[in-house]
């Protein structure tokens, strides 16, 4: 008998250790379960601040950029005025020489 003695002294010895095992992870998860954690994010906003300020500085580049070349594709021109003015005046020569010379 004395092995069962033995036997069950320990079993009950081990079930008090599980139990004060389940106990102190009851009171770890309520402990996890109370504590709120709080992110420190001073440096991510900071980071971000001075990623849309070197946005804000590209975008308004491009406009610039942009509004430049909207102003020299509307001042460029294929032909200079007066290369314009002395082809329809040439034109209008020819035409006038054709019919006269058509009419003789």
């Not at 601040?49 to 294929?78: G, L, V, W």
Request: net charge neutral.
């Amino acid at each position: 008998m004395t092995k069962l003695e033995e036997l069950t002294a320990l079993l009950v010895n081990e079930i008090n250790d599980f139990k004060s095992a389940v106990e102190k992870l009851e009171k770890i998860n309520a402990h996890l379960a109370d504590t709120k954690i709080k992110m420190d994010l001073t440096e991510y906003k900071a980071s971000i601040e001075t990623h849309q300020q070197q946005m804000k500085c590209c975008i308004k580049n491009i406009e610039s950029f942009e509004s430049r070349f909207e102003s020299k594709i509307k001042q460029a021109k294929i032909y200079p005025n007066w290369a314009v003015i002395v082809f329809i005046v040439s034109l209008i020569f020819g035409f006038v020489c054709v019919l006269l010379f058509l009419l003789r």
